[in-house]
């Protein structure tokens, strides 16, 4: 396998009984970058996150963290990497501190040592004046803060996110999103899954959409949306003019007054325009539509109801 790339996966497989989640899976992430994991419930994007993690056995396939082999060298992968699952794993008996500490400790980090890299954590993570109190008198925010900055105590150049996000508000999201950031910042390289896409054209580098236990599609967020097609302008008509304009126009009805045509840029919109005003066809509204990775996603992938994750 490649040693450049931090995270590298070949030919995943993973069943539960009858239910194949995944069939063969491959991805790549290039150290200090970001690669998102997209695909619908059940598509076994938290399945792979803990394979790869060694929280799982697989089926089939390899998987290295920075050249050490999952498998065989399950230990070295743990020192190295930090995880943030989809609930929260802190203590809320504990303060912020006792959390912190007693992760380090398990690290083996001794005493003095776990409370000071805890102080170090609570002040990256705004929670000094919170490190004192039960985790359970937490916000949401604030114990996802908390579960991330556990997820860190042991330094680690590689992080798994699993939906890091969920649940929490915009502003708190936001926050997060930032901290996030100044992970990357510094050099972490980062394996993201979420169920908010925003979040992957805000954050990754690199997207892998899993669908039908494959990989579906791999590239920038740019590179996904080109797949799903063209910008289209949304010409909505007055109603006199409705049906010359479904005439005159090739393109997609969006509903009784609107229709939707491909453009290839501003050019084509102001063509777009001049025709209707040669011909007297009143244009009510003009709106312009860019491929999102939404439209990628239901392009790209199969719902499912329920199954494994």
């Known amino acids: 396998m490649n040693g450049s790339y931090a995270i590298e996966v070949r030919g995943l497989r993973k069943s539960y009984g ?43 396939g390899t998987a290295t963290i920075h050249g050490h082999d999952i498998v065989t060298e399950p230990r070295a992968v743990r020192r190295i990497i930090g995880l943030t699952g989809q609930s929260t794993a802190v203590d809320g008996l504990l303060t912020g501190e006792e959390n912190l500490v007693m992760m380090g400790q398990l690290f083996g980090l001794g005493g003095r040592a776990a409370k000071r890299r805890a102080a170090e954590l609570l002040e990256q993570f705004d929670l000094v004046d919170a490190g004192r109190r039960q985790a359970k008198t937490y916000s949401g925010g604030m114990r996802r803060r908390l579960d991330l900055a556990v997820s860190l105590i042991n330094k680690p150049p590689v992080l798994f996110l699993d939906e890091p996000t969920t649940g929490l508000d915009p502003t708190s999201r936001m926050a997060m999103w930032d901290t996030i950031r100044a992970l990357m910042a510094g050099g972490t390289t980062v394996l993201l899954t979420t169920q908010y896409l925003e979040e992957a054209d805000q954050l990754a580098d690199r997207i892998v959409v899993i669908n039908d ?22 010409l909505t008509f007055a109603a006199p003019d409705l049906a010359m304009a479904h005439a005159l126009y090739d393109g997609e009805r969006i509903d009784d007054n609107t229709i939707s045509v491909p453009v290839g840029g501003v050019e084509d919109v102001r063509r777009l325009l001049n025709r209707a005003a040669e011909t007297n066809i009143q244009v009510s509204k003009v709106a312009l539509h860019q491929p999102t990775l939404d439209d990628v996603f239901r392009s790209l992938t199969t719902p499912t109801l329920g199954g494994v994750k």
């Open 213 to 234: 236990g494959l990989v579906a599609a791999e590239g920038t967020a740019d590179e996904l949306k080109r797949r799903v097609g063209s910008e289209r302008v949304e």
């Open 18 to 60: 009858d239910v194949t989640v995944l069939k063969s899976v491959d991805f790549q992430v290039e150290s200090g970058t970001m690669l998102a994991l997209l695909g619908p419930n059940g598509a076994g994007k938290t399945t792979t996150v803990k394979i790869i993690s060694t929280l799982l056995r697989a089926d089939g």
